[in-house]
């Protein structure tokens, strides 16, 4: 099955260490995207890559670090320097080339800072 | 900077009933589409519908519709003979046809189907 995994399903971080959430996705597209969800306030862009190797900020990157080394994967580090990073994270994908081309999500991660 | 805005945080209709989810944006681009999410309390976002922005006909799938009024930047969902299935979260979502295919989240509206 085609799709995107996200693990862990949930975390726990005491503060001031940094943690690394999975992405990954077996659909052959080419963008990568990472997402954080908080209550009453939607989904907000954290970074997104086009290609291997490359990656830009969304709009909410302070506090978090991400790599592109394969197609398929992209990790989301969420680092000591993010304030408040209590929040559910997700991973979306999507292919570049052709007609209008949704973006896929994966499950999820809720991440929670003890 | 693109923004999406949905004013109902809440609504709730009857089994079986129709109801219409609202849904405005604003762009100074011509060229664009929108899309309709749906977050179940699973919390995996599903895509709903979707609406080509040059495309003058509204998307219509199964029991999902939506009214697009470009001139107005309105893009609302009605949901025909609801089912307890459809309580969710929904999301407008705003994307340009250009670049890097960014999308742009509503803050959602949150529809409670009852019995």
């Known amino acids: 099955d085609g799709g995107i995994t996200q693990s862990p399903k949930y975390l726990f971080r005491k503060e001031g260490q940094n943690v690394t959430l999975s992405c990954e996705q077996n659909?052959?597209?080419?963008?990568m995207y990472w997402y954080r969800q908080d209550p009453g306030q939607g989904l907000r862009l954290i970074y997104y890559?086009?290609?291997?190797?490359?990656?830009q900020k969304g709009d909410i990157a302070e506090g978090y670090s991400v790599s592109r080394e394969k197609k398929e994967s992209f990790p989301l580090t969420v680092t000591s320097a993010q304030k408040n990073p209590t929040a559910f994270y997700l991973c979306?994908?999507?292919?570049?080339?052709?007609?209008?081309?949704?973006?896929?999500f994966g499950p999820g991660t809720r991440l929670t800072v003890l | 900077a693109q923004t999406v805005t949905q004013s109902q945080p809440e609504m709730s209709v009857q089994e079986a009933e129709t109801v219409t989810l609202s849904c405005t944006y604003d762009?100074?681009?011509?060229?664009?589409?929108l899309f309709w999410y749906k977050q179940p309390p699973s919390r995996q976002m599903i895509l709903v519908i979707r609406?080509?922005?040059?495309?003058?006909q509204n998307a219509t799938e199964n029991r999902f519709s939506v009214n697009f009024q470009k001139a107005a930047k309105s893009f609302s969902l009605k949901i025909s003979d609801s089912q307890l299935g459809d309580a969710a979260m929904y999301f407008c979502?705003?994307?340009?046809?250009?670049?890097?295919?960014?999308?742009?989240f509503g803050t959602g509206t949150r529809l409670t189907i009852i019995p």
């Open positions: 979306a994908s999507t292919k570049l080339a052709g007609s209008v081309n949704e973006q896929f």
């Open positions: 659909l052959n597209h080419d963008a």
């Open positions: 890559s086009q290609i291997v190797n490359d990656f």
């Open positions: 762009t100074s681009e011509s060229d664009y589409y």
């Open positions: 609406q080509e922005a040059y495309k003058q």
């Open positions: 979502a705003y994307r340009p046809n250009f670049g890097n295919e960014k999308l742009t």
